[in-house]
């Protein structure tokens, strides 16, 4: 099993519409990160999470929200979608007291009409 | 973060060892090299990263010049399924949490 796992992969939805994305990791790591790439560009960062108590906004995270449920799991919500928020979508995981590598779930293709 | 230069892309023979460079001039002292890959919109994956001492994983190895303002990625025997985008990445382990990924160079391993 995946160990960085997201849902759904991929979602077409349309503006206006409340979106929620799901992540889900079993590497037992306390940061999360909630990432945005755009074609032909670099990943953005919308969030990130230290523990289930610690929320931080990342460089973009305007029309985004985000719950730390649990300790493996992170979930970004789009409250009313507009279309430039259409993009492919990543969570990613790193340990405490590492050298903060980061490890990336599979992504989430996200189309708003 | 330390700005990074890399090709914009790279071929390879197949069985052959690939080195990407990555020029990064304004390092600062604190500052790690860490190298990422993404395959064909996968989520990137991490490589390797090191400080001023070469380094080695079951991945590739990572040399960094001893002023430090350069390095280069070796994947020894480059197989088709390391055909990706590379992104060599200089920040900081504390105080700052995004990944600034840039352009990277998109590595072509020919059959």
């Known amino acids: 099993d995946a160990d960085v796992t997201q849902t759904p992969r991929n979602r077409i939805t349309k503006t206006g519409k409340r979106i929620m994305l799901e992540c889900s990791q079993t590497?037992?790591?306390?940061?999360m990160y909630w990432y945005r790439q755009d074609p032909g560009l670099g990943l953005r960062l919308i969030y990130y999470s230290f523990d289930v108590k610690d929320i931080n906004k990342g460089e973009i995270s305007d029309g985004y929200s985000v719950s730390r449920q649990a300790q493996a799991k992170f979930s970004l919500s789009l409250e009313s979608a507009i279309p430039n928020q259409t993009a492919l979508y990543f969570c990613?995981?790193?340990?405490?007291?590492?050298?903060?590598?980061?490890?990336f779930g599979p992504g989430t293709r996200l189309t708003v009409l | 973060d330390a700005k990074t230069t890399q090709p914009p892309s790279m071929d390879c023979a197949e069985g052959r060892a690939a080195n990407l460079p990555c020029n990064h001039s304004?390092?600062?002292?604190?500052?790690?090299v860490y190298w990422y890959r993404q395959i064909h919109s996968q989520g990137p994956q991490y490589i390797i990263h090191?400080?001023?001492n070469n380094e080695t994983n079951e991945m590739a190895s990572l040399i960094i010049t001893e002023d430090r303002k350069s390095s280069t990625l070796i994947l020894p025997h480059a197989t088709l399924r390391d055909t990706a985008v590379y992104y060599c990445?200089?920040?900081?382990?504390?105080?700052?949490?995004?990944?600034?990924f840039g352009t990277g160079t998109r590595l072509t391993i020919i059959p």
């Open positions: 990445i200089v920040r900081a382990i504390f105080g700052n949490e995004k990944l600034t």
């Open positions: 304004t390092i600062s002292g604190n500052e790690y």
């Open positions: 090191g400080l001023k």
């Open positions: 990613a995981t790193s340990p405490i007291g590492g050298y903060n590598e980061q490890f």
């Open positions: 590497k037992g790591h306390d940061r």
